[in-house]
């Protein structure tokens, strides 16, 4: 770098080491001479004040080699905060998507259950209905032989003899088929439960496809900001090194 022609005070204390300066009047030419160049006045005539060494000194101003400020060059700190956030990021990411398969393996496990469930239930409601058929079709019959004959079937006496067994049997078989008639409604009502339970359960499968779905392009996004932030980061560390 090229010395100041700046004159500055004599720092007290600090020997002057530097060669006097040689102006450019004073140089001869060699095959013609020169003319004499005007002189810039100086600030000060006192001979105490030379120019600047290279002690160091808060008084003493170089000049740039391009005529251009002198740009401070300042550390760059490292974006520590940034990779920090970043990490976290992923790991929040990451996070989400292991709750969000589990929830979905959970929600087809119980969709499975639930089919299956629903499956037996129905089986056993046509069976059911069946033997209510069956029950009904023979307590018809054994009503009309009884109207008609006036004998009962199993002992071959007249009804009117075993009119209070009679009585006693229409009233077992009334009770029996109002308990299989409220026993099959309580089914046909957990049918309906399980049924609109299955279709929570299918809803709430959608919706976490759909999150999955929306998770899956979240992620996307990010690891294309994440790249974008990575060249950015590595433009600026190019131009810090230059």
């Known amino acids: 770098m090229d010395k100041s022609k700046i004159p500055v005070p004599k720092s007290q204390g600090v020997p002057n080491t530097e060669k006097p300066y040689i102006s450019d009047q004073n140089v001869p030419c060699a ?25 160091p000194d808060l008084s003493v101003f170089k000049a740039g080699g391009n005529g251009k400020k002198p ?39 119980n969709l499975t259950n639930a089919q299956v469930t629903i499956k037996e239930m129905n089986e056993r409601q046509v069976v059911l209905e069946n033997e209510l058929k069956e029950l009904n079709r023979r307590l018809e019959k054994n009503m009309i032989i009884l109207e008609n004959r006036n004998i ?29 008639l409220n026993e099959l409604q309580n089914f046909s009502q957990a049918a309906s439960e399980q049924r609109t339970l299955m279709q929570t359960v299918i809803s709430k499968w959608k919706e976490a496809d759909k999150g999955r779905n ?29």
């Open 31 to 55: 095959k013609k001479p020169c003319p004499p160049k005007p002189t810039l006045p100086l600030y000060s005539k006192d001979p105490n004040i030379v120019f600047s060494t290279s002690v």
């Open 71 to 109: 740009i401070a060059s300042k550390k760059p700190s490292a974006p520590t905060r940034g990779v920090t956030t970043r990490y976290r990021m992923e790991a929040e990411l990451r996070d989400r998507n292991q709750l969000l398969e589990a929830a979905n393996v959970s929600l087809h496990t």
């Open 152 to 180: 009962d079937p199993v002992s071959g006496e007249e009804i009117l003899a075993c009119a209070e067994e009679t009585s006693k049997l229409r009233s077992e078989t009334k009770h029996f088929t109002e308990n299989l």
């Open 214 to 242: 929306q998770f899956v392009e979240d992620q996307q996004a990010f690891e294309r900001e994440l790249e974008q932030f990575r060249e950015c980061l590595l433009q600026a560390e190019k131009q810090l090194d230059v």
